[in-house]
């Protein structure tokens, strides 16, 4: 829970957090600490270099501010999903078709990211048994 705070109209305004009734300090840490080290930082770090990427190349394609940019959504996981380069290259061109500018080089770069990046998977619960 954050709480808002300010004591005087020249002041910064202080967000504190408060920890939840019944935890310690060093439990919600430790806790924490886990949920990222279930994943690899390394690809993470691959998929937001990828992610601003492709915001930068779609800011140029549609020669606009990032906030300007039609919403679309290139899932990466859903193109790694998918058994031919050409599919990929489908699915991409359909999702950039309100753009007037050539997107063919755009999509050859992004398919040759995303053939060096492995698909995130949300790593099982405790109780979940993953299968060999």
């Known amino acids: 829970m954050a709480t808002l705070t300010s004591q005087d109209s020249t002041a910064q305004a202080r967000v504190y957090f408060q920890t939840p009734p019944g935890t310690e300090d060093s439990e919600l840490v430790q806790k924490q600490g886990r949920v990222t080290v279930k994943y690899d930082r390394k690809e993470l770090r691959?998929?937001?270099?990828?992610?601003e990427w492709i915001i930068e190349q779609l800011t140029d394609l549609y020669d606009c501010e990032?906030?300007?940019?039609?919403e679309l959504e290139i899932d990466v996981d859903e193109l790694l999903d998918m058994p031919t380069d050409g599919d990929r290259?489908?699915?991409?061109k359909g999702l950039l078709v309100d753009c007037y500018k050539p997107t063919d080089d755009f999509v050859t770069a992004l398919l040759e990211k995303v053939k060096g990046l492995q698909?995130?998977?949300t790593p099982p619960k405790k109780n979940e048994k993953s299968s060999p």
């Open 119 to 121: 698909k995130l998977s």
């Open 89 to 92: 290259a489908s699915r991409v």
């Open 46 to 51: 691959k998929r937001l270099n990828l992610e």
């Open 66 to 70: 990032e906030e300007e940019i039609p």
